[in-house]
């Protein structure tokens, strides 16, 4: 267990819907990243957060979006899904910003 | 062209044998680069870190290698065991920056 939490594992959704995806890092983490990715593709970058501030941007689509809260948990909102943003989503934490990072388990996104 | 290529993209290997993946960047300067193991459908763990003035470091049964002039780095897995089979993901991260460069990883299937 890496210490980090992203729900929910799994959601089925439709094309045109939006959907946010949670994530928690690991206590006293004040870096998160996020990535994508698709079927046998490699991680692709989306979007870090430290410490409640946006620091590095990545291939996202702006349909996406990120946020970091005050408790340091961050959310991924997807909106005007497509069937290709079907992927597995992976939030990952650092204590800073040149730290190991941790991986979440995912969370399987499917489009239908 | 990717600034972290893997190779070789796949590799299949029996119980108990030896195994070297590779990793070539061109990401400059550099700052450091990682090991990652991912299982199916499973988030990343760490297997090891080394920075540019580091050239070998060793977790069990998985030594990594750095030559920072060469721009290279392997992975070397010995005694392989079923438990191996993975996708092993390079990563480096340039002096100075949040993100992180992902290679596109090398499936390892380990056969009894």
């Known amino acids: 267990d890496s210490g980090v939490t992203q729900t929910p594992k799994h959601l089925i959704t439709a094309t045109g819907q939006r959907v946010t995806l949670r994530c928690s890092p690991r206590?006293?983490?004040?870096?998160v990243y996020w990535y994508q990715q698709s079927l046998d593709q490699g991680l692709q970058f989306l979007i870090q957060?430290?410490?409640?501030?946006?620091?590095a941007k990545g291939n996202i689509l702006e349909r996406f979006s990120a946020q970091q809260f005050p408790d340091l948990h961050s959310e991924l909102n997807l909106s005007s899904l497509e069937l290709g943003d079907s992927a597995l989503y992976f939030c990952a934490s650092s204590v800073g910003q040149v730290d190991e990072a941790f991986f979440g388990q995912g969370t399987r996104l499917t489009v239908v | 062209k990717n600034q972290v290529e893997q190779s070789p993209q796949s590799l299949i290997i029996l119980e108990g044998k030896n195994c070297t993946l590779q990793?070539?960047?061109?990401?400059?300067?550099?700052?450091?680069l990682r090991w990652y193991k991912q299982d199916t459908g499973r988030g990343p763990v760490s297997l090891t870190i080394m920075t540019f003035s580091e050239n070998t470091k060793s977790n069990g049964r998985y030594t990594a290698t750095l030559d920072a002039d060469t721009k290279q780095s392997s992975l070397h897995i010995t005694a392989s065991q079923l438990s191996d089979s993975a996708s092993y993901i390079c990563?480096?991260?340039?002096?100075?920056?949040?993100?992180?460069?992902f290679g596109t990883g090398t499936r390892l299937q380990v056969f009894p």
């Open positions: 990793c070539n960047y061109t990401v400059s300067p550099f700052s450091n």
């Open positions: 206590s006293g983490d004040l870096s």
């Open positions: 990563v480096v991260r340039g002096y100075n920056t949040d993100k992180l460069i």
């Open positions: 957060y430290y410490n409640g501030e946006e620091r």
